[in-house]
C-alpha cells in the first residue's frame, strides 16, 4: 500500500519562501511520475507540477519561474520550492503519484501579511 506524507507548510508572508516535501513509501517511487496538487477554499484541487521518474518537468502558468519541483529517488521523496509567494498561493498542497495512489493528508500553506 503506497502512503503519501506531505510536510513543510506554513505561514508565510508574500514574497516569501517555503519548501514541501512528500515522502513516498512502497515502490512506486523508483517507476512513477510525480505531482503536487493544491486545493484552495472553495475550489477544485487543481495540479501545480509535475516530474517524471528521469526529472523533466512541467508546470502550471501561474506558478512558473516561481515554483521548482525536484525529486530525491534514494529518499523516495519529491519537493517542491516555493519562491516569490503570493496570496493566491495559499492551499493545502498534496502529492500524487501517477498511476494514482490514495491521497495524504496535504500541508497547509498560507500566504498572509
Known amino acids: 500500500q503506497v502512503q503519501l506524507v506531505e510536510s513543510g507548510g506554513g505561514l508565510v508572508q508574500p514574497g516569501g519562501s517555503l519548501r514541501l516535501s512528500c515522502a513516498v513509501s512502497?515502490?512506486?517511487?523508483?517507476?512513477?511520475?510525480m505531482y503536487w496538487y493544491r486545493q484552495a477554499p472553495g475550489k477544485q484541487r487543481e495540479w501545480v507540477a509535475y516530474?517524471?521518474?528521469?526529472?523533466?518537468?512541467l508546470y502550471k502558468d501561474s506558478v512558473k519561474g516561481r515554483f521548482t519541483i525536484s525529486r530525491d529517488n534514494a529518499k523516495n521523496t519529491v519537493y517542491l520550492q516555493m519562491n516569490s509567494l503570493e496570496p493566491e498561493d495559499t492551499a493545502v498542497y498534496y502529492c500524487?503519484?501517477?498511476?494514482?495512489?490514495?491521497w495524504g493528508q496535504g500541508t497547509q500553506v498560507t500566504v498572509s501579511s
Open positions: 516530474i517524471t521518474r528521469g526529472g523533466t518537468t
Open positions: 512502497g515502490s512506486i517511487f523508483s517507476t512513477a511520475s
Open positions: 500524487n503519484s501517477a498511476p494514482p495512489s490514495p
